[in-house]
């Protein structure tokens, strides 16, 4: 029915832009300005056109210059064929339309993403990358702040245009781009909802969202019935216009039958799984029940309480027993003034830390709280444990300093869950038989 109104939609159009073409060979009302737009550049950019043409901004009528159009003042607007334009089009200039979708990607986390520079992150591009790294890479994905430059014909400084990050920092002030997930000029809902609206930037080593998603079962299904997900309907509530699968959207954005649609993704959330130990968001109950309301669409409740029982031990496993003693490590290193040479991440021990926790102790959370097992244990805590015992620990036995010895061996003696460095294997064999090696672990569990 759709497809029918759709190509309905598109004669109507096409007979429209026939009859006012004379029109707009002649006279420069505002219209006829808008006009030109459209009919020189189905010309000279046929492929964009066309992505607009067969958009449903294009069957309500919403053409180059209600995107496009600029005011007096704008700090990157510039005349174009008679108009006075600007090649940004920001949130807010989408909110003028779409209010409430703007409103939440401001305040959610994403539009935060641009202000990166302060981080270790932005650090160690700048020096042991450099700059060309930091505009193609970082700002890529969390987006750079918008130059302008006079001399350019866009305004557009070429070093920070072109630019689609998620909370790229524009020159109104706004934060993001809506076409970070929006591809144009379709901006087609379907395209947002599927699972690589978000994996340009959700995946790799040390966020792979995309990959844990597709060993997933919930992966898995989604790609063997993609087909039967109504991704095109107006609206799309889990359970009632689809229900094979969750998509990313499905979890973190779009609706159910009792929680509407949000674009701020961190609705859903109760941890941070971010950072070198990881914490509880603020209202973190609230927000877990948010997401459960998706999973009981399709799961029973305790089926859902049980996978955050799990998926809350593993992040305490790491928690405690890697992510603390080597944080620990990493405070009496740098207290006692170990390391040789004097700038950041110029010592071989800050590397093997921060690959402990920014890769693979964030790999090991995020494949547990996305059902992918692969990502829990062989590219997760199985990596963790590897560099803890064999990079971390000889690194820091290197530094030869008797606090610091002192601390690891207490840890290793005292600790039971590291105890099994120094015991015979027949003897652990027969704890984990017992089942006392398991009770270890038993205090990481919530019992609440
Ligand atoms: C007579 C033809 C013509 C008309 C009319 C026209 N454009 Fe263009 N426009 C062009 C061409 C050609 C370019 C590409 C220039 C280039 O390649 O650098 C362009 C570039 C652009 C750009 C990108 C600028 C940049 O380099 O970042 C935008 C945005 C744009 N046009 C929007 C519009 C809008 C909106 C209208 C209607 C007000 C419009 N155009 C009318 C021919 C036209
Ligand atoms: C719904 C809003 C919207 C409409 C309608 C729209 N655009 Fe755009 N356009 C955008 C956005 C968003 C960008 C990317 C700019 C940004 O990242 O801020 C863009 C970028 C562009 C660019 C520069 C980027 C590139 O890929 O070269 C051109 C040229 C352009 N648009 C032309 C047009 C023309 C011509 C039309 C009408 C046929 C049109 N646009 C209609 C939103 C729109
Ligand atoms: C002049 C008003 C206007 C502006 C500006 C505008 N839109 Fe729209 N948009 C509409 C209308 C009208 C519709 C169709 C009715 C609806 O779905 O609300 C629509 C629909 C959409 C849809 C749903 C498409 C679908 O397949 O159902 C998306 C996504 C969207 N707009 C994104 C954007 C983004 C991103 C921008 C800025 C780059 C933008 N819009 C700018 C008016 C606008
Ligand atoms: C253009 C890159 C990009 C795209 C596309 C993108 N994200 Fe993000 N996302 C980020 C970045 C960067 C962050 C971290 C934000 C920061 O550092 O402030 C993030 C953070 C998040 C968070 C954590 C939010 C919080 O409050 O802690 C969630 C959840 C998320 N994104 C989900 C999604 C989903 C779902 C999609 C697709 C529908 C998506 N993202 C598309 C770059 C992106
Ligand atoms: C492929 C896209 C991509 C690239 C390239 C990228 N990031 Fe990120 N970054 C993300 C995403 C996505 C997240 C959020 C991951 C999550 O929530 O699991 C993130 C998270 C972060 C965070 C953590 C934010 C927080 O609040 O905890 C910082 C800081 C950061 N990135 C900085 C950088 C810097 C600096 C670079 C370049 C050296 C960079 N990123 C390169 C996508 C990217
Ligand atoms: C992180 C990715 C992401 C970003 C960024 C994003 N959107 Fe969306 N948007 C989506 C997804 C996914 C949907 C589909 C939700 C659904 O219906 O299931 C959507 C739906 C929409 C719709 C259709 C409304 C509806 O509920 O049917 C509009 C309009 C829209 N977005 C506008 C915007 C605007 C404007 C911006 C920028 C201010 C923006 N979006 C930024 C992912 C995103
Ligand atoms: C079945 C539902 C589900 C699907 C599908 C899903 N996620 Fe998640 N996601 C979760 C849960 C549950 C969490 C952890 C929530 C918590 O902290 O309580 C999470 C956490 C996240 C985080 C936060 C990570 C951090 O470092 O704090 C990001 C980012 C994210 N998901 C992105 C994605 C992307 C991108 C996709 C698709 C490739 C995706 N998710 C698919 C349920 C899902
Ligand atoms: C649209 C339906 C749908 C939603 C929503 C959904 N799931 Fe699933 N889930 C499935 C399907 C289908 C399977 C595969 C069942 C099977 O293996 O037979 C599955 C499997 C699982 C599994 C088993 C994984 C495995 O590898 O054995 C877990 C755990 C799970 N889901 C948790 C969740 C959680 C937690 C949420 C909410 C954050 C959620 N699901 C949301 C449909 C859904």
Known sequence: MRGILKNLYIIMGVMLILVALPVLVFGDTDAQIAGKCMTCHKEKSLGLYQQWFMSQHAMHKVTCIDCHGAKKGDKDGFMHEGALIATLVTPKDCGTCHEKEAKEVQNSY??????????????????????????????????????????????LSKKSWPNSG??????????????????????????????????????????????????SKHGNAYYTHEHEMNMDSDKWVVGVDYF????????????????????????????????????????????????????????????????????????????????????????????????????????????????LWHHEGRRARHGAAMMGPDYTWWHGIYDVAHNFYFKMLPEARKFNDPELNAYLDKLIKEDPMHEWLATPTGDIKEKIRSGEMQKVYEKLYNNK
């Open 110 to 155: 994403h539009a935060t993403a641009g202000e990166i520079l302060d981080s270790k992150d932005a650090y160690l591009a700048h020096v042991a990358g450099g700059e060309p790294v930091a505009i193609t890479g970082c700002e890529s994905c969390h987006g750079g702040k918008i130059q302008i430059d006079k001399n350019s014909p866009n305004m």
């Open 166 to 215: 998620i909370g790229r920092l524009n020159p109104d002030g706004s934060k993001g781009s809506c076409n970070a997930c929006h591809t144009r000029h379709s901006f087609s809902i379907a395209q947002a909802r599927k699972p690589e609206a978000c994996s340009k930037c959700h995946l790799g080593p040390d966020h792979p969202q995309k990959e844990i998603y597709e060993e």
């Open 244 to 355: 094979e699968a969750p998509t990313c959207a499905t979890c973190h954005m779009s609706a159910t039958s009792s929680t509407p649609v949000t674009h701020d993704v961190g609705k859903r959330l109760s941890w941070t799984l971010r950072p070198p130990v990881s914490k509880h968001k603020d209202n973190w109950q609230e927000k877990r029940n948010n997401m459960k309301t998706v999973c009981i669409t399709c799961h029973s409740q305790t089926f859902a309480d049980g996978h955050y029982y799990q998926f809350d031990a593993l992040v305490n496993l790491y928690n405690d027993k890697f992510a603390k003693p080597a944080g620990e490590i990493m405070k009496i290193v740098k207290a006692r003034k170990l390391m040789e040479n004097p700038a950041a991440f110029s010592n071989e021990i800050e590397w093997v830390y921060w690959e």
